[in-house]
């Protein structure tokens, strides 16, 4: 692989299910590159297309209903469409994955220890003791205490901080280059979040892996992400570096997200700020940019599909969607302390 | 540009605007029912065999008028000694080796349709007046079955406690004895002297017989899952709601939790009744069940078994419409299964 | 574990008594008229009804009653007023054959019903998927006894291929032993095979959307491993004790009908034939055997089920 080459290229790659309401559209043209070893924060709320993008990459989303357009290349292999043998060889051994729900993500009654070296033994077959003193070694990487007795364990048997990290060391075992995580932290307690995350930055550290981070919370990924993509309704409408997304945002949707998160170095807002309205119906998306409905400051440009293009001087990894101009976004987003990044839509639309 | 002022309310404080919202997104939800409606309306095989269920149910009401204008006998009539006339021929019904008459099907203007039982019975005329007291039987123990398991189930898993303990125990004893032998010890211990507790007094060769002991024998199959789901629903918002408000719990109970529970009714009552039916022929059949001379489609296999030899159609003829009515039962309760479960994996063109 | 199982084998030694209780109720209690005319069967004498109440002490008070039947039951001095056979030779008589049946019949359809629901849930929505489907439906819908008959008749008489009925015993000959139960094994695993392919077909599509599978296939397994050692065996755990149940069942039920068209002489024919004769005392005693057979094995499978399952075995 010549240098300069992105470790996964992503484009245009587009997933719709026939349903019973009709074709929903989850993933609407996403391209993205990742470079080995950095982090890449997916962001978005529930029905953005984040986990729908994450699951294909490794070829598990099976429904029989499912389209699948545009490519993902990984290390000179197309993942898309790829055959199964193929995509079998580079699941768990090349790109990993750390599932939301430790809980039900595990098999109640197999052992964790059997669990790990099942995968190993798949990807390389080596002697079953080797395979275990591997499994021992990586339980105590990821902070599992007496690794030694609980290999044997049930997943019953660990709390929920523990399974997740019980699935982290199941997805590092056969050296991934990329790993991805799927909410790891979503069904935690807050207090095991910031452990968790802080686990998967040393191991990043460690491996050198790349990170594709899928989450909803802004806050988790203030800590760890190199780069951030936004994504809404089934594209991604900003994408940048951590800096670029929380210091210069440039998308209203961003806005909203920033100015949602409850901040301790600002006062206290009168109350919980949230956008208002609904993301839209997957089946029945507005036309041009998906975020018109919502957006105060919609105008003429917006019926028009706004492409993702670095429009900020200076910033040319700096993409959003979004057809205001540079100026106008930097006065629109400031608002009073306290206040939501992101108006209220009112009779505007009247 | 200053900034826009912005509104104190958010949306949420304004359901008006919600409404509007949600109406302009133009999502309308279906309900439950509508939508196992729809679905089942799309599901042609239970369709087509829920219309045969309603033939055969209909042809077997029919029995007085075809026992009146076409065979011209009773269900109980023997034709031992008699003739008819067949083509002109002068035919003995039952032949002096004992063989009885095979179907004539029209030749005889309709009598012996399907032929002549050893006492020389129309065999016509017995099935479709056997259907009647199978499918009566099937449908009312059905019923009996449905009542006892909402009440004995529902007062189990609302009120918890003493009662829940009684009765599950009750349950689970009845539990032991496989459906077939509690009925036939019923079935057998009722036989002689028929029952005759305070006000209840049923004499021995009443049908009632048959379809207390089958409504009785299933109520443990039915009243289990009906006190898993009230327990379930008990817990829930809206009757906690409900209770806040200031209802009584036998209101509770009505109007909250009981329509709650119509799917899992639904579904069990179909195929109860499938069941019942299988079960009064086999009681039937062994002698436990419907008593002669009544007809009934056990009674009548069991009768054809014991001359197969020489006349299969005796044995075969009710077995067909036996296995004809408890299938289009089936077929359409699995249907109506599949249509009000949520998660049908539905296979749609793409 | 331990401690689970005393406690489950205690539970079972009292559901026992009640289901004793229950049997007696059913025989001697709920019915109208004079237990004693009713035990004597169709035609009774005076005097058989004289000797029968003495001996069964319904002038006594209930429990004395109870405790006469339980004895009667369980010392063997039990017989019948129809055929004046003692009960309890009779059934030992026919037990083996009962079992050679139930047993039989219980790995066929369990075997037979794994495949089909496997490969129906494998092929879930798709043509074969939904034939076997309504092959399964008609499975369940044809009574025992009908589908018994007409393979006997049309596959033993007529055609020849197997045996006509009756029964050989194992110890004289064991393959043809078998020849003559290859028929009622058949009839009686078409009803289970129906209705257990689509139980191990629901839970196998219920399995197969669980997370955990999702994370297998994340490893990089292959498919066929990915259903043997996480599907089926997740799948099969909640059918043990279902099996468990109908064993119990099939014991019961199915082998009285089963056993009468093949004329195989076991238990289950021995009680149809006391019960078209309204014979009570046999029936009083299969009945009451047949229920503690079926306790037995609960208890033996929720033991075995809490074996399988970790979670249980652990706490």
């Known amino acids: 692989m010549s240098d300069g080459e992105p470790l996964l290229k992503v484009e245009d790659l587009e997933v719709s299910f026939a349903t019973e309401e009709g074709v929903v559209q989850a993933v609407d043209g996403v391209t993205f590159d990742l470079e080995a070893g950095e982090v890449l924060a997916v962001v978005g709320e529930s029905g953005s297309g984040k986990s729908v993008t994450a699951m294909t990459l490794m070829g598990l989303t099976r429904s029989p209903n499912a389209r699948f357009e545009g490519t993902a290349h990984y290390k000179g292999t197309e993942l898309i469409g790829a055959p199964e043998d193929e995509l079998r060889r580079i699941r768990g051994a090349e ?23 099942e995968q190993i033994q798949e990807h390389e077959g080596v002697p079953d003791q080797q395979a275990r003193e591997r499994t021992v070694e990586l339980l105590e990487r990821v902070g599992i205490p007496r690794a030694r007795e609980r290999v044997d364990n049930y997943p ?67 800590d760890i992400a190199d780069r951030i993509a936004v994504m809404y309704a089934g594209r991604i409408v900003e994408q940048g570096t951590l800096d670029q997304i929380f210091y210069d945002p440039q998308h209203p949707y961003t806005w909203g997200l920033l100015g949602s998160i409850t901040r301790v170095d600002k006062p206290r807002p009168e109350r919980l700020p949230a956008i208002a309205g609904l993301p839209p119906s997957l089946a029945n998306r507005p036309e041009g940019c998906h975020f018109r409905p919502r957006c105060p400051h919609e105008f003429a440009e917006c019926p028009k599909v706004p492409p993702l293009v670095g429009r900020v001087d200076g910033q040319p990894d700096h993409l959003d969607r979004c057809w205001l101009a540079v100026d106008e976004k930097r006065v629109k987003r400031e608002v009073a302390p306290g206040e939501i990044g992101l108006a209220a839509k009112e009779e505007a639309r009247a | ?209 048959p379809i207390g002991i089958i409504g009785l024998v299933y109520v443990p199959y039915m009243a289990r899952p009906v006190r898993g789901q009230v327990m379930s629903l008990r817990e829930k918002e809206f009757v906690e709601a409900a209770r806040a408000q200031g209802a009584g719990p036998l209101r509770i109970m009505f109007t909250e939790v009981v329509p709650n529970l119509a799917s899992t009714i639904l ?32 009674s009548m296999i069991d009768e054809g078994v014991d001359r197969i030899a020489t006349a299969p159609h005796l044995a075969i003829v009710p077995g067909v419409m036996l296995v004809l009515t408890v299938l289009s039962l089936n077929v359409f309760g699995d249907g109506v299964r599949d249509a009000l479960d949520p998660r049908a994996k539905v296979r749609l063109e793409h | 574990m331990l401690r689970f ?79 004046q056979l003692p009960v309890g030779e009779e059934i030992l008589k026919g037990l083996p054959r009962t079992l050679s049946l139930a047993i039989g019949a219980a790995l066929l359809w369990m075997f037979v019903a794994v495949c089909l629901g496997l490969y129906s849930a494998v092929k879930a929505g798709k043509f074969a998927d939904r034939f076997l489907t309504i092959i399964a439906l008609v499975g369940i819908s044809m009574p025992v006894f009908w589908v018994g008959a007409l393979m006997s008749y049309y596959l033993g008489f ?42 191990l077909r629901s839970n196998v599509l219920d399995t197969i959307n669980e997370d955990y599978v999702r994370t297998a296939r994340a490893k990089g397994l292959g498919e066929r491993q990915i259903m043997v050692r996480h599907v089926l065996r997740n799948s099969l755990i909640p059918v043990v004790t279902l099996w468990g149940l109908d064993f119990g069942a099939v014991v019961g039920g199915g082998a009285i009908l089963t056993e009468t068209v093949f004329d195989l002489q076991g238990v289950g024919q021995y009680a149809a034939e006391a019960i078209g004769q309204l014979d009570v005392p046999p029936v009083l005693a299969t009945t009451m055997i047949i229920a503690f057979f079926v306790v037995l094995m609960n208890a033996v499978v929720d033991i075995l089920y809490a074996y399988l399952d970790p979670r249980i075995r652990l706490q």
């Open chain 3, 5 to 83: 199982v005393v406690r489950r084998l205690l539970q079972m030694v009292l559901v026992m008594f009640a289901v004793s209780v229950l049997t007696f109720f059913i025989f001697n209690v709920i019915p109208n008229g004079d237990p004693a005319v009713r035990m004597a069967g169709r035609q009774p004498t005076e005097t058989q009804i004289e000797q029968i109440r003495k001996e069964w002490n319904f002038d006594e008070p209930i429990y004395v009653q109870y405790v006469t039947t339980m004895e009667k039951v369980f010392t063997g001095d039990l017989r019948s007023y129809f055929t």
């Open chain 2, 267 to 298: 579904v069990f009552f179909t195929l109860l009744i499938a069941n019942a039916v299988l079960l009064e022929a086999a009681l039937s059949f062994l002698g436990a069940g419907v008593q002669p001379p009544n007809p009934s489609w056990g």
């Open chain 3, 158 to 199: 007529k055609l020849g291929w197997f045996p006509n009925g009756g029964y050989v015993e194992l110890t004289e000959d064991p393959i043809d032993w078998a020849y003559h139960l290859i028929l009622p094994w058949t009839a009686l695993a078409i009803l289970f095979i129906g209705f257990y392919s689509r139980v």
């Open chain 2, 1 to 209: 540009m200053a900034t826009e002022p912005v509104s104190e309310q958010t949306a949420l404080q304004r359901p008006a605007a919600w409404e509007e919202e949600a109406d302009r997104e133009q999502v309308h939800g279906l309900g439950p029912w509508r939508l196992g409606l729809r679905r089942l309306r799309r599901n042609k095989v239970a369709l087509a065999f829920a219309a045969l269920f309603v033939l055969l149910l209909a042809a077997c009401l029919a029995a007085p008028l075809w026992a009146d204008q076409v065979a011209k006998t009773g269900p109980n009539t023997n034709h031992l000694s008699d003739t008819i006339r067949v083509d002109g021929e002068r035919k003995n019904v039952v032949a002096l080796d004992g063989v009885p008459i095979g179907p004539q099907y029209l030749k005889a203007d309709g009598k012996f349709f399907l032929g002549a039982d050893p006492n020389g019975r129309d065999i016509m005329v017995r099935l479709l007046y056997g259907g009647r007291n199978s499918l009566m039987i099937g449908i009312t123990a059905a019923l009996i079955t449905t009542f006892l398991s909402i009440l004995l189930g529902t007062i189990a898993g609302y009120f918890r406690g003493a009662a829940d303990v009684v009765i599950r125990n009750l349950l689970d004893i009845m539990w032991s004895f496989p459906v077939i032998i509690l009925g036939v010890a019923l079935g057998v211990a009722l036989a002689l002297g028929g029952i005759d507790i305070g006000p209840i007094s049923i004499a021995p060769d009443s049908l009632a017989i």
């Open chain 1, 156 to 222: 019953f048997e660990f709390s929920g901080g523990m399974r997740q990290r019980v699935m982290i060391a199941l997805a590092l075992s056969c050296n991934p280059s990329i790993l991805i995580a799927d909410e790891p932290t979503t069904a935690l307690d807050v207090t095991i979040q910031a452990q968790i995350l802080q686990r998967i930055q040393e191991l990043r550290e460690e491996t050198g892996a790349a990170v594709i981070l899928v989450t909803h919370d802004l806050g988790v990924v203030a």
């Open chain 1, 95 to 117: 790109i990993a994955m750390i599932f939301q729900d430790p809980m039900t993500s595990l098999n109640p009654v197999v052992r964790i220890g059997d669990q790990i070296v």
